[in-house]
DNA sequence: GTTAGCACTCTCAAGTGATGAGTGCTAACT
DNA sequence: AGTTAGCACTCATCACTTGAGAGTGCTAAC
């Protein structure tokens, strides 16, 4: 059977109403709402080989027809109104993202909040993977008599300090010292390489200070291996769930947000599958609490590397033009801000 | 009217009964699930008086009596168990923290989830306040050409770091000037005070720096007066709150769970009133959305000053004493925790 | 190929009545 | 005087019925 363009129209209809109303739509009112020059029997025909063909269902007999999961799917891949962003929206997000935030897990917060806001859905933002990043500089600096505070810069920038026992015995002098042994030999290096290669050499260079050293070591150790910490998960409007009727069920409710407080598997949701922008529909996610559920994600990037992703979440019968826009649009915007940020 | 022994008898019988079952209780059930050795009959006269004290009340004309805000409040001081932990809860408690975490974020995200755990009820934990610091002093790292990291120190240890541009024509021995001068001059200051009287000073010293000057003043006002920036909250167990009976009605979930995400007023709910546990029974609380709950909450302490609150928040017809007795014994164990780490 | 007509199905809301829990009151009992 | 049995009354709840409304599929006519 094929897909004429009466069929389009129709599927396209039912998809838009029900999208609009959450109810399903049955023949008659398709007649009286679209203009489609028919009358609802022959609708009703229609009706019943989209059915066949799997793109509509019944809820039960003598209800309207709602979309299919594959229905959803021929209306994103070919009947929707391509994504578009609104003036409005535009300027929302300009005037909210113009604001100055200097820290990045701010920024990613209030990206989340803003793209909950526009689209009256959840939002999820993985925060950016802090990276395995290798040994860039060291630095310590006097903090009290007996301590000091041990910097330390990644190579990828990210700086991250700690406070130091010495002993009384060390002078500045010293502490120069061990920091450009430390700068000379570990640039650039993972500590495993390190703790393999180089330790017995740096050991050999400053024999007395092999306690400040393995201090040190210990410390490097859990600054650098911080990959095993997972990216951070941000999620933004999950009340706004609350307000979609296929939520009025409080069970649902709570099934849903036992899975919000999981963050590996609200990871998989917006785990991006292909470049740019993904939409997965119902049952295509893995997840079986959101069978009923749709995702819109997309990465975001700095200076051209993927380092998170961008999603929301609502439930199947969503606005997919209008959130397809806002969650792409945001994803550049974000990514501008970043890059930004950091030249 | 006098509350005799048996008046009590009957309110702590429905009181206690209330709290386990989470439905009106009648005289007849009362006389024969707690043997007070006399009929439903009197234990209806009792109860009319009861209700007439203003400690009962009875949600409709044919339905039993549940405990107004004043018999709870009546129960606690007078008639509840004193609180005493279990030992099972104890071993829980202990084991939980005595892993070694180091961050004191997440002693406290832990505290939460321990404590929402322990009484399957919400946790809000207010978190340590950061205090407002003074200027201890700043120091510049070399980065990438055109960049350093600026690194303060607060008076009270806690160190932040910033990329900041410099100009190429800048110096090593330039900005160590410059951070030798903001070193001598704001010492224990606050930005405020430099803004007023040091900053020309500072630019005479330095005039040629006076870009960077700029820049690192801004920084600075927004680190040290990160005071605005309020304590944070954290809460645990919040889907806790879907399991109790009186949060089957979808509406509350909504009002409820839009409280949470509002910090200002959870932090009113467990603002502690007085030294030690504190008891907020139903109205007594001023946030009309928890007029249905209490909130049990006491102060926790560093080196004996009080740094912060531990509370639970439960519907009204909560185990008094159990969960007096946990937050009584985390509140302990989360000051001896963070006073130890501190040492 | 399209449409009108019609019997049929199913949900939903409103109404009904039985049931049961619980009360307050009265009068009898100890 | 306090306690209890008995009884009429109230009210929520549940199961059941019923009617209305929406929608369908089928058939026959256009």
Redesign the interface.
């Known amino acids: 059977m094929e897909m004429d363009e009466r069929k389009k129209k129709i599927l396209r209809a039912i998809v838009q109403d029900y999208i609009a109303t959450a109810e399903p739509i049955g023949s008659r009112t398709i007649a009286r709402k679209f203009d489609l020059g028919v009358s609802p029997a022959t609708i009703r025909n229609e009706m019943a080989d989209l059915e066949e063909l799997g793109l509509i269902e019944q809820p039960h007999t003598s209800a309207g027809r709602i979309p299919s999961d594959s229905g959803y799917r021929y209306f994103v891949d070919c009947l929707m109104d391509p994504p578009r962003i609104t003036d409005e929206e535009k300027q929302v997000i300009e005037r909210e993202t113009t604001k100055r935030i ?1 820290e990045i897990q701010e920024v990613i917060a209030h990206t989340s909040k803003l793209l909950s806001h526009l689209t009256s859905l959840t939002s999820i933002i993985l925060g950016p993977h802090k990276g395995k990043s290798a040994f860039g ?1 060291m ?1 310590f ?3 009290q008599p007996g301590q000091a ?1 041990m ?1 330390i ?1 990644k190579e990828n ?1 990210v ?1 991250d ?1 700690h ?1 130091v026992d010495i002993g009384d015995a060390i002078t500045a002098e010293d502490l120069q010292h061990v920091a450009n042994v430390f700068n000379n030999k570990m640039k650039g290096q993972s500590v495993d390489q390190v703790k393999k290669n180089l330790l017995h050499q740096i050991y050999g260079e400053l024999a007395r200070q092999r306690r400040l050293i393995d201090n040190a070591m210990e410390l490097l150790s859990t600054i650098l291996d911080e990959v095993e910490q997972p990216e951070k998960i941000y999620l933004g409007g ?2 706004n769930m ?1 307000n979609q009727p296929e939520f ?1 069920d ?1 069970e649902k ?2 099934t849903l ?2 899975v919000f ?1 999981e963050d590996e598997r609200i990871k998989k949701l917006v785990q991006p599958t292909q470049e740019g922008l993904n939409v997965t529909i119902g049952g295509e996610n893995t997840l079986k609490e959101f069978q009923d559920c749709s995702v819109i994600s997309a990465t975001y990037r700095v200076n051209g590397e993927t380092i998170g992703a961008i999603g929301v979440l609502g439930p199947t019968r969503m606005d997919y033009s209008k959130v397809m826009a806002v969650v792409d649009y945001m994803t550049r915007s974000l990514t501008e801000i970043l890059t930004r940020r950091r030249r």
Request: aromatic content about 8%; glycine content about 4%; overall charge positive.
């Open positions: 200097s500089q630095h600096l006097p903090y505070i910097v810069i920038g700086v300090n406070i999950t009340l609350l009025k409080l409710v709570k947000f036992k407080e």
